[in-house]
Protein backbone atom coordinates (compact mmCIF):
# COMPACT_ATOMS: atom_id res chain seq x y z
CA UNK A 1 0.00 0.00 0.00
CA UNK A 2 1.89 3.10 -0.98
CA UNK A 3 1.74 5.67 1.48
CA UNK A 4 3.58 9.14 1.54
CA UNK A 5 4.93 10.19 5.03
CA UNK A 6 4.17 13.72 5.62
CA UNK A 7 4.39 15.58 8.98
CA UNK A 8 0.89 16.55 9.72
CA UNK A 9 -0.46 12.68 9.44
CA UNK A 10 0.38 10.18 6.47
CA UNK A 11 -1.19 10.30 3.33
CA UNK A 12 -2.34 7.07 1.05
CA UNK A 13 -2.57 7.20 -2.30
CA UNK A 14 -2.28 4.99 -5.83
CA UNK A 15 -0.66 5.57 -9.02
CA UNK A 16 -2.82 4.46 -12.56
CA UNK A 17 -1.05 3.81 -15.91
CA UNK A 18 3.27 3.84 -16.38
CA UNK A 19 3.51 6.73 -19.29
CA UNK A 20 1.79 10.28 -19.56
CA UNK A 21 1.74 13.43 -18.52
CA UNK A 22 0.66 12.99 -14.31
CA UNK A 23 -3.26 13.71 -13.29
CA UNK A 24 -4.06 14.16 -9.45
CA UNK A 25 -7.40 13.57 -9.18
CA UNK A 26 -8.67 15.12 -5.42
CA UNK A 27 -12.12 13.33 -3.69
CA UNK A 28 -14.44 15.62 -2.18
CA UNK A 29 -15.57 15.85 1.99
CA UNK A 30 -16.64 12.57 3.24
CA UNK A 31 -15.68 10.62 0.05
CA UNK A 32 -12.34 8.53 -0.51
CA UNK A 33 -9.95 7.85 -3.94
CA UNK A 34 -12.24 5.06 -4.79
CA UNK A 35 -15.00 7.39 -6.31
CA UNK A 36 -12.55 7.68 -9.14
CA UNK A 37 -12.69 3.14 -9.67
CA UNK A 38 -15.09 3.79 -12.77
CA UNK A 39 -12.92 6.80 -14.60
CA UNK A 40 -9.02 5.48 -13.97
CA UNK A 41 -9.34 3.13 -17.22
CA UNK A 42 -10.23 5.60 -19.54
CA UNK A 43 -8.07 8.21 -17.80
CA UNK A 44 -5.24 6.53 -17.67
CA UNK A 45 -4.65 5.53 -21.34
CA UNK A 46 -3.21 9.00 -21.99
CA UNK A 47 -1.98 10.48 -18.33
CA UNK A 48 -0.46 8.76 -14.82
CA UNK A 49 -3.54 8.96 -12.24
CA UNK A 50 -2.66 9.96 -8.82
CA UNK A 51 -5.55 9.33 -6.59
CA UNK A 52 -5.17 9.89 -2.63
CA UNK A 53 -7.30 9.91 0.35
CA UNK A 54 -7.27 13.40 2.20
CA UNK A 55 -6.63 13.04 5.71
CA UNK A 56 -8.83 11.79 8.23
CA UNK A 57 -10.49 9.88 4.90
CA UNK A 58 -10.05 6.46 3.84
CA UNK A 59 -6.47 4.54 4.00
CA UNK A 60 -4.56 8.24 5.20
CA UNK A 61 -3.63 8.89 8.36
CA UNK A 62 -6.23 10.18 10.98
CA UNK A 63 -4.48 12.59 13.72
CA UNK A 64 -5.80 13.79 16.69
CA UNK A 65 -4.96 17.52 16.33
CA UNK A 66 -7.37 19.10 14.62
CA UNK A 67 -4.47 21.71 12.91
CA UNK A 68 -3.54 18.56 11.09
CA UNK A 69 -6.58 18.86 8.62
CA UNK A 70 -5.60 22.56 7.74
CA UNK A 71 -6.80 23.90 3.81
CA UNK A 72 -3.07 25.09 4.18
CA UNK A 73 -2.18 21.08 4.91
CA UNK A 74 -4.05 19.93 2.63
CA UNK A 75 -2.08 21.95 -0.37
CA UNK A 76 1.06 20.57 0.66
CA UNK A 77 0.08 17.20 0.89
CA UNK A 78 -0.80 18.10 -3.06
CA UNK A 79 2.43 19.37 -3.65
CA UNK A 80 4.59 16.85 -1.70
CA UNK A 81 2.09 14.09 -4.20
CA UNK A 82 3.57 16.28 -7.33
CA UNK A 83 7.37 16.02 -6.03
CA UNK A 84 7.66 12.19 -5.09
CA UNK A 85 6.40 11.77 -8.83
CA UNK A 86 8.66 14.29 -10.34
CA UNK A 87 6.71 15.95 -13.13
CA UNK A 88 6.83 20.24 -13.35
CA UNK A 89 3.19 20.52 -13.82
CA UNK A 90 0.55 18.37 -13.66
CA UNK A 91 -3.43 18.48 -14.14
CA UNK A 92 -5.57 18.64 -11.39
CA UNK A 93 -8.99 17.32 -11.30
CA UNK A 94 -11.36 17.93 -8.35
CA UNK A 95 -14.56 16.93 -7.09
CA UNK A 96 -16.38 19.13 -4.62
CA UNK A 97 -13.65 19.98 -1.82
CA UNK A 98 -11.22 18.49 -3.95
CA UNK A 99 -12.36 21.26 -6.49
CA UNK A 100 -12.15 24.56 -4.39
CA UNK A 101 -8.79 22.58 -3.34
CA UNK A 102 -7.67 22.58 -6.72
CA UNK A 103 -8.76 26.02 -7.27
CA UNK A 104 -6.45 26.98 -4.04
CA UNK A 105 -3.75 25.51 -5.42
CA UNK A 106 -3.92 26.63 -8.87
CA UNK A 107 -3.65 30.60 -7.56
CA UNK A 108 -1.10 29.38 -4.84
CA UNK A 109 1.12 27.54 -7.40
CA UNK A 110 0.13 28.70 -10.64
CA UNK A 111 3.73 27.22 -12.35
CA UNK A 112 2.74 23.51 -11.32
CA UNK A 113 -0.64 23.10 -12.66
CA UNK A 114 -1.01 22.47 -16.44
CA UNK A 115 -4.91 21.96 -16.70
CA UNK A 116 -7.87 22.13 -14.11
CA UNK A 117 -10.70 19.95 -14.23
CA UNK A 118 -13.87 20.99 -11.32
CA UNK A 119 -16.28 18.31 -10.83
CA UNK A 120 -19.26 19.69 -8.82
CA UNK A 121 -17.23 22.47 -7.51
CA UNK A 122 -17.96 25.98 -6.12
CA UNK A 123 -15.53 28.86 -5.61
CA UNK A 124 -16.62 29.66 -2.63
CA UNK A 125 -18.19 32.94 -0.89
CA UNK A 126 -17.28 36.54 -1.38
CA UNK A 127 -20.63 37.58 0.76
CA UNK A 128 -19.27 37.31 4.82
CA UNK A 129 -22.83 36.29 5.77
CA UNK A 130 -22.92 33.34 2.87
CA UNK A 131 -19.23 32.00 4.13
CA UNK A 132 -21.08 31.66 7.59
CA UNK A 133 -23.97 29.72 6.48
CA UNK A 134 -21.42 27.49 5.19
CA UNK A 135 -19.51 26.72 7.73
CA UNK A 136 -22.34 26.54 10.05
CA UNK A 137 -23.46 24.13 7.94
CA UNK A 138 -20.17 22.62 7.87
CA UNK A 139 -19.77 22.46 11.99
CA UNK A 140 -23.01 21.00 12.05
CA UNK A 141 -22.11 17.88 9.91
CA UNK A 142 -18.92 17.67 12.47
CA UNK A 143 -21.54 17.50 15.23
CA UNK A 144 -23.57 14.59 13.82
CA UNK A 145 -20.97 12.83 12.88
CA UNK A 146 -19.61 13.05 16.55
CA UNK A 147 -23.17 12.25 17.70
CA UNK A 148 -23.67 9.15 15.53
CA UNK A 149 -20.35 7.93 13.67
CA UNK A 150 -20.21 7.02 10.43
CA UNK A 151 -24.06 6.74 9.94
CA UNK A 152 -23.87 10.48 10.36
CA UNK A 153 -22.41 10.55 6.64
CA UNK A 154 -24.84 12.13 4.58
CA UNK A 155 -26.29 9.62 1.57
CA UNK A 156 -24.68 10.28 -1.87
CA UNK A 157 -23.66 8.27 -4.98
CA UNK A 158 -19.78 8.93 -3.45
CA UNK A 159 -20.28 8.58 0.16
CA UNK A 160 -19.95 4.92 1.89
CA UNK A 161 -19.31 4.59 5.09
CA UNK A 162 -17.37 1.57 5.30
CA UNK A 163 -14.22 3.40 3.10
CA UNK A 164 -13.78 5.39 6.27
CA UNK A 165 -11.93 3.44 9.49
CA UNK A 166 -14.14 5.84 12.07
CA UNK A 167 -15.71 8.86 12.34
CA UNK A 168 -12.79 11.07 13.85
CA UNK A 169 -11.22 12.45 11.26
CA UNK A 170 -13.76 12.84 8.93
CA UNK A 171 -15.16 15.56 12.22
CA UNK A 172 -11.89 17.25 12.07
CA UNK A 173 -11.82 17.64 8.17
CA UNK A 174 -15.29 19.40 8.44
CA UNK A 175 -14.10 21.97 10.81
CA UNK A 176 -10.83 22.85 9.57
CA UNK A 177 -10.29 21.61 5.40
CA UNK A 178 -14.20 22.15 4.93
CA UNK A 179 -14.47 25.68 6.09
CA UNK A 180 -13.68 28.51 4.23
CA UNK A 181 -12.08 31.89 5.99
CA UNK A 182 -11.97 34.64 3.07
CA UNK A 183 -12.80 35.47 -0.56
CA UNK A 184 -9.20 34.48 -1.80
CA UNK A 185 -10.64 31.84 -4.39
CA UNK A 186 -13.30 32.96 -5.83
CA UNK A 187 -12.00 36.71 -6.38
CA UNK A 188 -9.10 34.20 -8.05
CA UNK A 189 -11.00 33.54 -10.29
CA UNK A 190 -9.54 35.85 -13.40
CA UNK A 191 -6.31 35.56 -12.69
CA UNK A 192 -6.27 31.45 -13.40
CA UNK A 193 -4.29 30.70 -16.09
CA UNK A 194 -4.59 27.13 -16.73
CA UNK A 195 -7.10 25.36 -19.39
CA UNK A 196 -9.71 24.67 -17.49
CA UNK A 197 -13.12 22.14 -17.91
CA UNK A 198 -16.13 22.71 -15.22
CA UNK A 199 -18.32 19.64 -15.02
CA UNK A 200 -21.64 19.66 -13.52
CA UNK A 201 -24.55 17.16 -13.30
CA UNK A 202 -28.00 18.67 -14.43
CA UNK A 203 -29.36 17.15 -11.50
CA UNK A 204 -26.59 19.23 -9.12
CA UNK A 205 -29.00 22.08 -8.39
CA UNK A 206 -27.03 23.37 -5.34
CA UNK A 207 -23.55 23.69 -8.25
CA UNK A 208 -25.09 24.74 -11.16
CA UNK A 209 -24.68 28.40 -10.65
CA UNK A 210 -21.38 28.12 -9.52
CA UNK A 211 -20.49 26.11 -12.51
CA UNK A 212 -21.87 29.22 -14.38
CA UNK A 213 -19.85 31.10 -12.31
CA UNK A 214 -16.38 29.32 -13.38
CA UNK A 215 -17.20 28.77 -16.38
CA UNK A 216 -17.68 32.84 -16.77
CA UNK A 217 -14.85 34.12 -14.93
CA UNK A 218 -11.95 31.43 -15.63
CA UNK A 219 -10.66 32.93 -18.77
CA UNK A 220 -11.25 30.37 -21.55
CA UNK A 221 -12.99 28.08 -19.45
CA UNK A 222 -15.24 25.35 -20.86
CA UNK A 223 -18.37 23.67 -18.73
CA UNK A 224 -19.94 20.58 -19.65
CA UNK A 225 -23.61 19.58 -18.10
CA UNK A 226 -23.41 15.63 -17.54
CA UNK A 227 -27.09 14.82 -18.17
CA UNK A 228 -28.58 12.51 -15.99
CA UNK A 229 -26.13 13.42 -13.31
CA UNK A 230 -26.53 14.85 -9.39
CA UNK A 231 -23.17 15.93 -7.35
CA UNK A 232 -20.78 13.57 -8.46
CA UNK A 233 -21.31 12.97 -12.22
CA UNK A 234 -18.20 10.73 -12.73
CA UNK A 235 -19.75 7.87 -10.27
CA UNK A 236 -23.30 8.04 -11.10
CA UNK A 237 -22.70 8.68 -15.21
CA UNK A 238 -19.48 7.43 -15.51
CA UNK A 239 -18.65 7.12 -19.79
CA UNK A 240 -20.60 10.52 -20.32
CA UNK A 241 -17.90 11.57 -17.81
CA UNK A 242 -14.66 10.05 -19.25
CA UNK A 243 -16.12 11.06 -22.71
CA UNK A 244 -16.35 14.72 -21.54
CA UNK A 245 -13.16 14.94 -19.41
CA UNK A 246 -10.70 12.22 -21.90
CA UNK A 247 -11.62 14.40 -24.81
CA UNK A 248 -10.67 18.05 -23.31
CA UNK A 249 -7.24 15.94 -22.17
CA UNK A 250 -7.00 14.99 -25.47
CA UNK A 251 -6.56 18.58 -26.46
CA UNK A 252 -3.77 19.50 -24.06
CA UNK A 253 -0.57 18.98 -25.19
CA UNK A 254 2.87 17.00 -22.96
CA UNK A 255 3.50 20.35 -21.13
CA UNK A 256 -0.75 21.34 -20.54
CA UNK A 257 -0.96 23.63 -22.90
CA UNK A 258 -3.65 23.36 -25.54
CA UNK A 259 -2.85 22.26 -28.61
CA UNK A 260 -3.20 24.47 -31.64
CA UNK A 261 -5.91 22.93 -33.69
CA UNK A 262 -9.53 24.09 -33.01
CA UNK A 263 -11.35 21.51 -30.79
CA UNK A 264 -14.56 20.08 -30.90
CA UNK A 265 -17.51 21.07 -29.07
CA UNK A 266 -17.52 18.99 -25.75
CA UNK A 267 -21.61 19.20 -25.87
Request: glycine share 10%; no cysteine; aromatic share 6%.
Amino acid sequence: MPVLARPAGDIYYEVTGNSGPPLLLTHGYGATSAMFARNLAALAARHRVVTWDLRGHGRSEYPADPAAYSAANALADMAALLAELGPDRAVLGGHSLGGFLSLDFALTFPDRVAALVLIGTGPGYRNDAARDDWNRRAHATAARLAERGLAGLPGSAELHSDEHRDASGLIHAATQTLTQRDARVIDGLPGIAAPTLVVVGADDTPFLGAADYMAGKIPGARKVVIPGAGHAPNVSEPEAFNRAVTRFLAELSVRGEPRAATPEPLA
